[in-house]
Nanobody, 121 residues
Framework: QVQLAESGGGLVQAGGSLRLSCVASGRTSNRYTMGWFRQAPGKEREFVAVINWSGSITNYAASVKGRFTISRDNAKNTVYLQMNSLKSGDTAVYYC??????????????WGQGTQVTVSS
């Protein structure tokens, strides 16, 4: 089993930046695909960004492309989501996910508890 713990969320003004971190523990593997998803109240969980085990492949949702950057540090068992130029539509609970398949769908094996990101207008 793998445990994921997100951190770095908070309240930020529109146009600002946040960096989310997700630390994996337990029976971790550096070869996991790592992804970020988010869920706003009343909405389904949606894909944000994904990175393969080596960091050589990344994909982003169209809504965040050019503003968000996903990265990972396997030595620290950590994946990051750098969020720039935040806007109110980015307000959501952000979830870290780990799995064996590179996917934009929420079919990952492990999930964190989420960290709240609130962007004020």
């Amino acid at each position: 089993q793998v445990q994921l713990a997100e951190s770095g969320g908070g309240l930020v003004q529109a146009g600002g930046s946040l960096r989310l971190s997700c630390v994996a523990s337990g029976r971790t593997s550096n070869r996991y695909t790592m992804g970020w998803f988010r869920q706003a109240p009343g909405k389904e969980r949606e894909f944000v960004a994904v990175i393969n085990w080596s960091g050589s492949i990344t994909n982003y949702a169209a809504s965040v492309k050019g503003r968000f950057t996903i990265s990972r540090d396997n030595a620290k068992n950590t994946v990051y989501l750098q969020m720039n130029s935040l806007k109110s539509g980015d307000t959501a609970v952000y979830y870290c996910a780990a799995g064996s398949t590179l996917s934009t769908l929420p079919m990952y094996d492990y999930w964190g508890q989420g960290t709240q990101v609130t962007v004020s207008s």
